[in-house]
């Protein structure tokens, strides 16, 4: 008898995200329902995209229930439009887990996705969620620009060129010339030849005049 065996959901515990995710801090409320009770809760987000939102809240809420977001966009660079846009949405909590060890104000975590969100306001936080990404991409690319020196081309290769440029055929070099001039240039302490041309034309002249003598 074959026994089937069933394999592991490799998926399962994973949060399946089809649209595309930017790390932002925008100002965001929170309102968990209508009356007294109700809490509203004022945080900011951590990351955003066209289907949902995800935070840090100071209270818990129940998953599948329903909340009211009003979120701060700002306006993409280049587009049209106010400074910052106050996007409201009905949604729905996916999920709201409770951090171990924090002790800040808002301990839990809290995702929700937008079920009333506008279809022209979903254009605009993607146009957002696309140039956040840019901006985070080019942040991280600009250290390693800094770090690459540019090669120099400047005189400290002009120098080398000229070191390395053979001499030219029956000239000679700089290096031979000035060892040629440092060989004729006397040295101080050293006797002149001007001297002793002189003692030897005395004692020539001295041994003609003896010679001259004798034979008289």
Not at 97 to 120: K, V
Not at 136 to 151: E, I, N, S, T
Request: charged content about 30%; proline content about 6%.
């Amino acid at each position: 008898m074959a026994v089937k065996v069933k394999k592991p959901n490799q998926r399962r515990g994973r949060e399946r995200r089809v649209h595309e995710r930017a790390d932002a801090k925008l100002s965001m409320r929170v309102e968990a329902g209508v009356g007294a009770g109700a809490p509203q809760i004022v945080t900011e987000s951590q990351n955003i995209s066209s289907s949902g939102i995800y935070c840090h809240s100071s209270h818990y809420l129940a998953p599948l229930s329903k909340v009211l977001l009003t979120i701060v966009l700002p306006r993409v660079p280049g587009s049209e439009g106010v400074a910052q846009e106050l996007v409201k949405c009905e949604s729905i909590v996916v999920r709201c887990d409770q951090r171990n060890g924090d002790r800040s104000g808002t301990p839990y975590e809290l995702a929700c996705m937008f079920t009333g969100l506008e279809p022209e306001l979903r254009r605009r936080v993607e146009e957002f969620v696309t140039w956040r990404n840019l901006q985070a991409l080019r942040a991280a690319l600009a250290p390693v620009a800094k770090d690459r020196k540019p090669v120099s081309r400047g005189p400290a290769r002009k120098s080398a060129l000229r070191r390395a440029k053979p001499a030219r055929a029956g000239g000679v070099t700089k290096q031979a010339a000035s060892k040629k001039r440092a060989a004729a240039k006397p040295v101080r302490g050293a006797a002149s030849p001007k001297p002793a041309r002189a003692a030897k034309k005395t004692a020539r002249a001295a041994t003609s005049k003896s010679a001259s003598r004798a034979r008289r």
